[in-house]
């Protein structure tokens, strides 16, 4: 079957720098997908890999190793603001786009 | 500003009555989806429209339906709402099929079914 893992919940404080991993499971790899998700809210884009290695877009970057199955989203300079859920996407052979059920991430002052 | 509209935001429900939610786009997509997700969970795409061309994932129930009337337009009909279709109902949009476009998402429809 096809499986996204996530850790369900991360906890930081506010200013310091956290990594969230997301390992996949699927039937050919396509690129893959973070989004950004406050509570009640829609998801929003924030960055996309298909290539291994690092891309940085501002205070997030995220990691791609396709040989592994993993990626990572890292979050610098934690603000209160990026309290949310982080969902990890995974496009696959068939061009289907398989979600995890997300990381919330608590940020404390 | 190019957006993803969704009414109502909240909607509710008795249960076995049936409901519309509502999408619009100004975003010019050819690709609509509509998606269920529920509170700690991943979305589950119930189906998507490539233009008018409807795809329905084979896990969805017969008791949701779509209608993509024009380009800017989808709704999600629930023709019996049961208490496990309490949900947060997602539309988004992309230029291109296929999974590799970044999709634009509404701000959601929360059912309550009473």
């Known amino acids: 079957g096809q499986n996204i893992d996530q850790p369900t919940e991360m906890t930081a404080t506010e200013g310091a720098i956290v990594q969230i991993n997301c390992t996949y499971q699927?039937?050919?790899?396509?690129?893959l997908f973070w989004y950004q998700q406050h509570a009640g809210e829609a998801p929003t884009f924030l960055s996309y890999n298909v290539l291994d290695g690092l891309e940085e877009k501002g205070r997030f970057s995220s990691f791609l190793s396709r040989s592994k199955g993993y990626s990572y989203l890292l979050l610098k300079e934690l603000q209160m603001k990026d309290s949310a859920s982080y969902l990890c996407a995974v496009t696959d052979s068939n061009y289907q786009l398989i979600w995890g059920a997300g990381t919330k991430l608590i940020i404390k002052p | 500003d190019a957006m993803v509209i969704q009414n109502p935001r909240y909607q509710v429900t008795q249960f076995g009555k049936p409901v519309t939610l509502s999408c619009s786009q100004t975003l010019n997509h050819n690709v609509m989806y509509w998606y269920q997700q529920k509170s700690s969970q991943a979305p589950k795409l119930l189906f998507h429209y490539y233009d008018k061309d409807f795809n329905n994932e084979a896990d969805t129930p017969d008791n949701f339906q779509s209608r993509r009337p024009n380009t800017s337009f989808c709704f999600l009909d629930i023709r019996s709402p049961g208490l496990g279709d309490a949900a947060m109902y997602l539309c988004?949009?992309?230029?291109?099929?296929?999974?590799?476009?970044?999709?634009?998402f509404g701000p959601g429809t929360r059912l309550t079914v009473l």
């Open positions: 699927t039937s050919g790899f396509n690129g």
């Open positions: 988004a949009t992309s230029r291109a099929a296929g999974g590799q476009d970044t999709q634009y």
